[in-house]
């Protein structure tokens, strides 16, 4: 079990790892995923200090009207109270987390767009407003909007960043928006998270996120190299 443990935590900095946000959307996910690992485990561990203390309990004789009352007791508290309160608190926290990965808008003008096309096994990135196509790899400046437009020209792939947003599904015949909002300069690994066939595992992407300048730089290189 100590193993186990170690395995668990030795991921929690992991490139693929969402315990490392670096966008307002990430961390919107991650607080979901705390929020949800911190009161499950609670709720895990009264159950099983009530199991332990109902096994070591003597046995007593109550009249049937009593047990009848104790039981429909537990069925209102622990069979509908409680996890109606849960689903609640989750989508308490989880509607408004997903909100922000959708594009609704920034206040600063239009988001930038980028057309992603998922294939078995390669993705194709094209920006729209400068003609500038790349293939595994997209370009993002750090503390702007991005929506990424998301199809497939084949079978159902799914577009994820961990460290940047959440995941979305890429349907033939079908655009999805996802909105990304990096903040962090660097380099981000994105991996397809939909089982699309043999080559699944090696479809795998890089996300580049530049300073505005350097940003713009990258995209007047790109312009004249074309």
């Not at 991005?146 to 084949?154: A, E, W």
């Not at 792939?157 to 300069?185: A, C, I, Q, Y």
Request: aromatic share 8%.
């Amino acid at each position: 079990m100590g193993l186990g443990i170690l395995l668990s935590l030795s991921g929690c900095s992991h490139d693929y790892s969402i315990l490392s946000p670096a966008a307002p959307g990430a961390r919107s996910v991650t607080t979901v995923w705390w929020g949800m690992l911190i009161g499950f485990s609670a709720v895990m561990l009264a159950v099983v200090v009530l199991w332990l203390l109902a096994i070591r309990r003597p046995p007593t004789d109550l009249p049937a009207k009593v047990v009848r009352k104790h039981q429909r007791r537990w069925l209102l508290w622990g069979g509908l109270a409680l996890p109606v309160s849960a689903m609640a608190l989750v989508l308490a926290y989880g509607i408004p987390a997903g909100q922000r990965m959708l594009p609704l808008g920034t206040g600063n003008g239009d988001a930038l767009r980028v057309n992603v096309t998922a294939r078995q096994w390669q993705w194709d990135v094209y920006y729209p407003d400068s003609g500038i196509r790349l293939e595994d790899e997209l370009h993002l400046p750090a503390g702007e909007a991005v929506d990424v437009y998301l199809t497939s020209v084949d079978v159902i792939h799914s577009f994820w960043v961990p460290r940047l947003g959440g995941k979305l599904d890429m349907l033939p015949g079908r655009t999805n928006v996802l909105r990304l909002e990096p903040d962090t300069p660097g380099r981000y690994r994105g991996q397809c998270a939909e089982f699309c066939g043999l080559g699944h595992a090696h479809m795998k992407f890089s996300v580049v996120v530049h300073s505005p300048d350097a940003f713009r730089a990258w995209q007047q290189q790109e312009r004249m190299d074309d």
